[in-house]
Structures are given as C-alpha cells and as structure tokens.
C-alpha cells in the first residue's frame, strides 16, 4: 500500500463533532468534565485523552461573517519532527502508509515530541512536578487501517467532509473540490498539506486562507533539530571520547617519564 | 607524594619519626558540599546521558524511563539546593572562594605554560605561585559554576515552561542544555584524572577527604596561599633564577 492521506473538506464540515465522540468511542477515551464556556467548542482544547476536535471560528470580513470549521488531529507529516527527536523511538512513522503513531510502551513521557511539532499536536497527561506520563495523538486509526477499514473519524461523519485513501487520489480530490470552491464564490480557497512539512497525511480542503482557521501560513520543520541530532549529540561522544583518550595518553606519558623518586 | 614524605622524612630526621605537619585547607561544609555535589552532579550525569546518546536508549524507554526522568529531577533539586544552603551556612568563605576562582593574574598564564611540562613529564622547577586553588581547579570550578547556571536555567524552563514557552525557546534550551553537560562532563572527566589518577596529585583528594594538606605540599603547590604574595613572589624569582642557571 502506499501513502495513505485523509482529505477534511471544510466547506462541506458542518461542526456536528460526530468524529470527536467516534474517535474516543474507537480508542476508548473517556470524556472530559467541562464548563459551558458560550461556544458550542467542547471541550476547550485537544488534549491526552482528547485527540481530535472541531474548532469553531467567526471570521469576520466587513461586512460578512462567516463561521469556519476546522478537525483539528495529527497531520502526519511527510517528514516528522516528532519522530526524529524522539529518545525511545515510541514514535514511529509507518514506512508504507506514513501514518506517524505513539507506542505507548516505549514512550517515557520526555515530552521532546510536544516541543518539536510545528502544530503543537502531541498531548501528555503528566504532571507538572513529577513529569510522570506519557504523550498520546492521533494515530489515522492505524490499526483498522491495516485491517481494510478506514478511520472511525471518516466512517461516522454524516456529512461527507471526511474522506480517506490514497494520498495522491486525496490529493487530486482535492484540488478538484478547490477549482470548485473558487468557482463558486470562494477567491480564497485552497488546499492546505500538499507540500507541507514533507507533505502532510491531513489534507484541508479551505475556503479562506490557512491562517484564518489557525494554522501556520508556512509551518517550518524546527531548525534546531538537526542541530541538535546531527551537530550536538555527535559532538559530545566525540568530547568524552576525546577527554577519556586524553587522559589515558596523559597517563601513560606521565607515568613513563616522572620518576617518582626525585619528585620533591 | 614520595618526595613530600623524603622532605618529611628530613626534617624529622633529628626526632627520628616520619612526622607531616598537616594544615586545614577545606572547612567541614566544603567537603559535605564538595562530595554532596559530587554525587548529585554523577546521578544528573548518568540519568541525563539516558536521553542524549542513542546506544543507551533501552534505559529510557517506557516506565524505566519515566523513574530516569523523575530521578534525574530529585537530583537536580539536590545539585541546585546544596550551594545554596552551603551559601546560607558559609557565606564569607562561599565570597572568598568564589573571588579567589574568578581571579586572574599572570601567574595564571605562566602556570598554564608550564602545566604540560609538569604534569606530563614532572618537570616542577619554577612553577608559578598559586593560591589556594591553582589554575586547573579555578578552571574546573568556573566551568562547574558557568555550567550550573546554564543548567539551573534552562533546566527550570525546560521541567515548568513545557506549554507555556514558545517552543522555539523550548527548542534552545533542550540544546544549551546537552552544550553545557558536554562541556562540564568534559571537565569533570579530567578533574577525575587530576584529583585521583595522577600520580602527582596526591594532596588534592587527600585535603578533600580530611579537610588538611601537607605544609610542605602547600608551600611548593600554593605558596601564594602559604607565604602570601610578596614572599611567594620572591621565591619563585629565586627558583627562576636558578633553573636559569641550571640550564646554562
């Protein structure tokens, strides 16, 4: 199989979060105590347990006021960060399919995947103190995935906004929805992941610009980690070994040549 | 060591006993200090690498690692929490000590041309006058004490600021973080061979222990401190001169 990719039509979405309750009834997760905070949003943010959710928008523009959807999730990125930081290899990145998942087992809660991701995607439950706990994501619901089924998120929703298969025929999908949508009176819409972060696995199909749902313009693979994987780690095997291997040279030169005797 | 102890051995020789005139060089809370840092600063060391080098990647996985990270916490809070209390209890001698290891004179410079020679091959004619601390140790303790300061700091921002800094400072502080643990490791690892392997350097690990040093190691290794600096500049002008006089 190759990549697999899930196409999110927001201008189809409209906002019934059938895929936030169908993701926690697939994985399990239980539901969060909220407060009604005057916004049908709940709860307020993704989190451990929460791993998919629709945001809700007014987008004010003159005159117009629209109300723009956005299923917030993993985006799978073609090259993830998250992946390559990781100290336990707990994150993995399907070489097939490209799904990027969080093995529970080997995850140590460093927390290096929730600083490194452009999208602030990965969650942990740990506390604060302690750091004790683990990072948990979407995970495209690899496992129905690999078994002929498509994500729990993309078989509830009722509308039709969800799709999912091959990244590239998402991809033409896509962009035939966009010439659509443009066509149809929105100037602005576009396809957002096509080239992203390597590509992402989450396609958008917008009617407005990306930052208008509150996603990065241009979301940037973090710098620093090469630096610090390719420059820094090397770097310091390279100082002990240097320090160790100094030492033991000093060591030995300086036990051959002082004579103990005449040391006063 | 030898050396000390024929010089001893002379002096005593008219009493006929080997008798070392021992002097106090570490008050009781440097050495608790010295050795409780000591301790932490290993255990941050060991539980830290869990995370930084690749090979060793089976300790930090899963509920194992989530103990590394939480031991690597409790000994943090011991590596920052006992300078401090040493601070509270010895605050004039924590000032002396620390303005003695910021010091920089020329003797430093001429000590540093002659560590190779000495330490490499024993040659000690006409080494420059220290004080209480020579060179290396005032390197290692300005690298510790730099060092610390990197750690405390990014280290604080990286156990509390997770959401609440931009991650791109987050980002640099994970790298500063690994930079300065390269670099006092580094340190650490040749104040380990200085203080315990060198077969010259006896009197370090000894006055560590038991808080004293030999007189006459004091006043051929920190005559600064021994004789003061006027004397301790004339005696070594002494032994320059006469090294001078030996090669020719």
Avoid at chain 2, 47 to 55: A, D, H, K, N, S
Wanted: glycine fraction near 8%; include cysteine; charge should be neutral.
């Amino acid at each position: 199989m190759s990549r697999v990719a899930m196409l999110i039509d927001e201008s189809i979405c409209m906002a019934c979060r059938g895929c936030q309750v169908a993701c926690k009834q697939w994985n399990d997760l239980p539901a969060e105590q909220t407060t009604q905070r005057g916004t049908y949003e709940n709860p307020p943010d993704r989190s451990a347990i929460t791993w998919q959710l629709v945001r809700f928008r007014e987008y004010v523009q003159g005159e117009n006021l629209q109300w723009l959807f956005l299923t917030e999730g993993c985006f799978h990125c073609g090259t993830p960060a998250c992946v390559a930081v990781c100290p336990t290899s707990a994150l993995k990145q399907d070489p097939d399919l490209g799904i990027v998942t969080v093995e529970s087992d080997l995850c140590n809660g460093c927390g290096y995947c929730t600083q490194f991701c452009p999208f602030d995607i990965p969650r942990r439950d740990a506390d604060v103190l302690t750091g004790l706990g683990k990072a948990f994501k979407c995970h495209m619901c690899q496992d129905r995935v690999t078994n002929g089924l498509i994500p729990a998120c993309v078989k509830t929703c009722p509308a039709g906004a969800l799709d999912f298969g091959d990244r590239n025929e998402m991809l033409a999908k896509g962009k035939d929805r966009v010439e659509y949508l443009k066509q149809a009176g929105f100037p602005n819409a576009n396809l957002y992941g096509e080239q992203e972060m390597g590509g992402l696995g989450r396609l958008y199909v917008l009617k407005e610009r990306p930052s208008a749902y509150g996603l990065p313009e241009d979301p940037q693979y973090p710098v620093l980690e090469p630096v610090w994987q390719n420059v820094v780690q090397p770097l310091g095997t390279l100082a002990f070994g240097a320090a160790a291997l100094g030492v033991l040279a000093f060591w030995a030169i300086a036990r051959r040549n002082i004579n103990m005797e005449e040391v006063e | 060591m030898i050396g000390n102890r024929v010089r001893a051995i002379r002096e005593a020789d008219e009493v006929g006993a080997i008798r070392i005139r021992w002097i106090p060089k570490y008050s009781l809370m440097e050495r608790v200090l010295h050795w409780g840092h000591t301790a932490a600063f290993l255990l941050l060391a060991v539980t830290g690498m869990v995370l930084f080098f690749p090979f060793l990647r089976p300790f930090a996985v899963g509920e194992a690692g989530e103990m590394v990270r939480v031991a690597h916490r409790g000994a943090a809070i011991a590596y920052g929490a006992l300078p401090l209390v040493y601070v509270i209890l010895e605050p004039r001698r924590t000032w002396m000590s620390v303005k003695s290891v910021f010091k920089i004179s020329r003797y430093d410079v001429e000590w540093v041309k002659g560590m190779i020679p000495y330490y490499m091959f024993g040659k000690h004619e006409a080494m420059a006058p220290q004080d209480r601390f020579n060179t290396g140790e005032k390197a290692n303790a300005v690298v510790i004490i730099l060092g610390s300061v990197v750690f405390a700091i990014t280290g604080l921002i990286m156990w509390f600021g997770k959401g609440f800094v931009p991650i791109g400072v987050y980002q640099v502080m994970v790298v500063l973080h690994d930079l300065a643990m390269i670099v006092t490791v580094s340190m650490f690892v040749v104040h380990l061979y200085l203080a315990v392997v060198h077969p010259l350097m006896w009197a370090g690990l000894v006055s560590m222990r038991y808080g004293v040093t030999s007189a006459a190691y004091a006043q051929e290794h920190h005559a600064l401190w021994y004789y003061g600096p006027e004397r301790a500049k004339e005696i070594y002008e002494a032994q320059k001169a006469e090294a001078q006089s030996d090669q020719e």
